[in-house]
């Protein structure tokens, strides 16, 4: 299998971080690209030209983070992140959602600052700021309930996290939260975030 992905990228992150806990990394070709390259829905296979996506070993391509996570934890076999069945599955499936609109909002605003100043909109700032904000708060609120839980939805609660300290400094997730602030930096020390951390910039 060839997964193709970027370093900055956190859905991308969040796969990585899923190979490594399931000890696939001997299966698992990693192929850095770019999805805003000439020719990328080509070379990765996606017609949407997003990464990641994961080449199959009969070339069959699967896109959309949490398609290819539910897929390798399904051929990893073991302890799942992602129970087959029962409430908790639904219980982590809600959280990747959560992490990942997390994540959807605060691209939004990386793309918007990236505009010319005049051509921002300030009503979607306004709106992605307050979409995090929210996230953020209805992760605390699950971590404070449960802090020893590790499954795919903590898993994309930690790249959203890992994400907004990337790129959205300034909106500091960290300062009303301390207690959620120390969990991720615990959890962050696992092997499989140290090692898919984003390199500075």
């Not at 959560?98 to 709106?127: K, N, T």
């Not at 449960?146 to 930690?158: E, H, N, P, Q, W």
Request: negative net charge; proline residues 6%.
């Amino acid at each position: 299998m060839k997964l193709h992905y970027s370093l900055t990228s956190p859905y991308a992150r969040k796969v990585r971080v899923v190979i490594i806990e399931h000890d696939m990394e001997d299966e698992v070709e990693l192929v850095k690209a770019n999805s805003m390259a000439e020719g990328a829905p080509e070379i990765i296979h996606n017609p949407l030209s997003k990464i990641p996506s994961l080449i199959l070993g009969d070339g069959y391509a699967l896109y959309d983070s949490p398609v290819i996570c539910e897929y390798l934890d399904h051929e990893a076999g073991g302890k799942r992140l992602l129970p087959k069945e029962g409430s908790r599955r639904w219980t982590v499936l809600r959280a990747q959602a959560l992490g990942d609109g997390i994540l959807d909002a605060a691209l939004g605003l990386v793309m918007e600052s990236r505009r010319p100043e005049e051509e921002r909109s300030a009503m979607w700032q306004e709106r992605w700021t307050g979409a995090i904000h929210r996230g953020v708060d209805q992760i605390a609120e699950e971590i404070a309930e449960d802090a020893k839980a590790f499954d795919l939805g903590r898993i994309t609660y930690v790249c959203a996290l890992g994400y907004l300290d990337f790129r959205l400094p300034d909106l500091d997730w960290r300062a009303p939260h301390p207690e959620l602030a120390d969990w991720y930096d615990e959890i962050s020390a696992r092997e499989s975030f140290a090692r898919t951390r984003p390199p500075e910039e």
